[in-house]
């Protein structure tokens, strides 16, 4: 340990900017890097510290001295560091702070290559185990291009896009690259992994464990930090892995210093502004330290809303602030008098609380025309309309903020979410409209995106959309480049209305206007809607689909029919429903040849194997043996 400590002080003697482009990328592996890249951590961390701010000079700095940190950063093997905290502490800053300390080491270090990774709930992109892996893999990469002999150029050209979609797949080039002597020793940090989809944290979260209590860590050159709250399965999978974390709680004293000198710093800057005297700056801090719980993102909800107000109504400002931040959630929404204006705030919370991605100003207008029955005619709601809703949002604020450089509507925190759609507004009153109900939302969100699909002005633009609306839509078609940009709300509703139908759930099953009105007018999006319900299990919707018109044997891109869909994914239920059909092709072929019960053999699937075995149609052939026995070696197809 006290030489890898004499090591670091002499790196600093010869600094070199980390690559963080793809100027060092052979030509030959350009096309495989910018597959891999969903989306840059570099840029992102560039919006987060724009939306944040500065940091606060002299904050953060206290985990520089923290043994836990320092041991971290000195050992030879393996290691896990997990800050741990509650929302609105001040992680992400924490994390950021840290990027910059470890940038630098490794400027200075030959040997040191960093990679990190922000979550984020509000994008799917950013939001799952995959997308860490590759963002992590890209800087990887960019830094150390000898490493693309880790990505096999055959394997990559037969699979495409497809090897980067697949957990296992990447986590297994993620090690090989990570026990390479050549990559150096490798420090990531994650930042908010409990913003990461639950079953797709639980990939993550496996792999970890397997790493450090397995022999595998012994070969391996790579360190983490992991920042989350302390939600169960990650403090269950985390205090798993054994002597090799170091669990350091953020919300602890020291954060309580870093939240004084922030209140002082930023009370400071609010009494300048606005002319305060000394004992009113004073009463300011006073209360702040007092009620925040300490929360940074409640001090600056309080200081923003104070930068409004005129200086003769802050002390009563002061005595009514509650403590903590839900309560202080309450206060804001508490000031929507107005029954339409809470309907309103209400509506937009809700959708900005479930939207798949922020949406932008003119996007969530749309869907509240469409959603909220403000339009009933079939063509698109004319501009005049748009412009009108367009301004709702301001209602909801500070708990919702425009991004001025996306133009998008986003929650002010993740705290904001879990507020909306947690238990504290139930049952409180005029407050629990604001509740979001998710599968209820869900299918409020779907129906607005099924209602802009029937608009006329989609027929115009192809000789017959339920025929290629299909293809267009879902697969690609650069003759529908210029629809994203006339119409607003067609990008967001042809890539999640689908997701939206799979979480509606409950809510879904039992709307029977739409199951009786609305369900044919798009026949091509039904059937395909049908694959989607197969694969996600979804036996109550399967059932409806196919008694309302439902094509069953309707297949997708890579001729998968719903069967085949249900097979891959192990959806013995909706398999059985759909054996249970007198006209179902039973030994039906994609577009590569394999059968359901090959398909059932490959992933290992022993009671559809069964199921598809006890119908004398279906019969086991070399190929489906072959399968079974690729399964039995370990071997599962990823791209499937």
């Not at 809470?342 to 900005?352: E, N, Q």
């Not at 969530?364 to 959603?371: E, K, S």
């Not at 507004?425 to 604001?434: A, R, T």
Request: hydrophobic share 40%.
């Amino acid at each position: 340990m006290a030489q890898k400590a004499i090591r670091v002080v002499q790196s600093r003697l010869n600094p070199q900017a980390i690559v963080k482009n793809n100027s060092r990328i052979p030509p030959e592996n350009l096309e495989c890097l910018q597959s891999l890249c969903l989306s840059d951590p570099q840029f992102d961390l560039a919006a987060i510290r724009n939306a944040k701010g500065d940091r606060v000079d002299g904050t953060c700095e206290w985990i520089l001295t923290q043994d836990r940190y320092t041991s971290w950063l000195v050992e030879d093997s393996p290691q896990l560091l997990w800050l741990s905290g509650a929302p609105g502490i001040g992680k992400t800053m924490m994390s950021s702070f840290l990027v910059e300390e470890l940038t630098q080491l490794a400027e200075h270090s030959s040997q040191m290559t960093l990679a990190y990774y922000f979550c984020d709930d509000k994008f799917q992109e950013r939001r799952t185990a995959t997308s860490i892996l590759r963002g992590l893999l890209l800087q990887l990469l960019r830094q150390r291009p000898i490493l693309f002999k880790h990505i096999l150029q055959t394997r990559f050209d037969t699979l495409r896009d497809g090897l980067f979609t697949n957990f296992h797949a990447l986590w297994t080039i993620f090690i090989s690259i990570v026990q390479d002597p050549e990559a150096g020793e490798v420090c990531c940090l994650i930042d908010a992994l409990d913003e990461c989809e639950n079953e797709s944290r639980q990939l993550f979260l496996t792999a970890f464990k397997k790493l450090f209590v397995s022999q595998q860590s012994e070969k391996t050159y790579v360190k983490f930090i992991v920042t989350s709250r302390r939600e169960k399965d990650i403090v269950e999978s985390l205090s798993a892995v054994g002597p090799a974390i170091r669990n350091l709680q953020v919300d602890s004293g020291k954060v309580n210093d870093d939240l004084s000198k922030f209140i002082v710093v930023k009370v400071n800057e609010l009494s300048t502004r606005k002319k305060y005297s000394e004992s009113l700056k004073e009463d300011v801090k006073h209360a702040l330290t007092n009620k925040a719980e300490g929360t940074f993102l409640y001090v600056s909800l309080v200081l923003d809303d104070l930068n409004k107000k005129a200086k003769s109504v802050v002390i009563k400002t002061l005595q009514e602030l509650p403590s903590g931040l839900n309560n202080l959630y309450d206060k804001i929404l508490s000031r929507i008098e107005d029954d339409d204006d809470m309907k309103i705030a209400s509506s937009v919370l809700h959708w900005v609380a479930v939207a798949r991605r922020p949406l932008t100003v003119r996007e969530l207008a749309m869907a509240r025309v469409l959603g909220n029955g403000e339009w009933e005619g079939n063509t698109r709601p004319p501009e005049d309309l748009l412009n009108y809703f367009q301004d709702d949002f301001i209602r909801c604020e500070p708990l919702v903020y425009v991004d001025t450089v996306k133009k998008t509507i986003n929650l002010v925190h993740q705290s904001a979410k879990d507020y909306l759609l947690g238990a504290h507004l139930q049952g409180n009153g005029d407050l629990s409209q604001y509740h979001v109900v998710l599968d209820t939302t869900n299918l409020l969100m779907f129906r607005t995106c099924w209602t802009y699909f029937c608009l006329e002005e989609f027929k115009q633009h192809t000789k017959s959309m339920h025929e290629t609306l299909e293809n267009r839509l879902l697969f690609g078609d650069s003759h529908w480049g210029s629809l994203l940009d006339d119409y607003c709300f067609f990008a967001y509703a042809s890539r999640e209305w689908r997701n939206h139908a799979v979480a509606a759930g409950p809510a879904l099953a039992t709307d029977c206007k739409f199951w009786e009105e609305d369900l044919d007018k798009l026949p091509t999006l039904r059937d395909y809607w049908l694959l989607q319900a197969a694969a996600e299990g979804q036996e109550v919707v399967v059932q409806q689909l196919l008694e309302n018109g439902a094509e069953l044997e309707s297949k997708d891109n890579r001729g998968r029919t719903p069967l085949l869909w249900a097979v891959v994914k192990g959806r013995e239920a909706v398999v059985k429903l759909l054996l249970s059909r007198s006209d179902v092709v039973a030994d039906s072929q994609d577009d590569y040849g394999r059968t359901p019960l090959c398909l059932a053999a490959m992933h290992g699937h022993e009671a559809v194997v069964k199921l598809l075995l006890s119908r004398n149609d279906v019969k086991a052939d070399s190929q489906d043996e072959l399968a079974a026995e690729h399964h039995s070696a370990g071997g599962r197809n990823e791209r499937a």
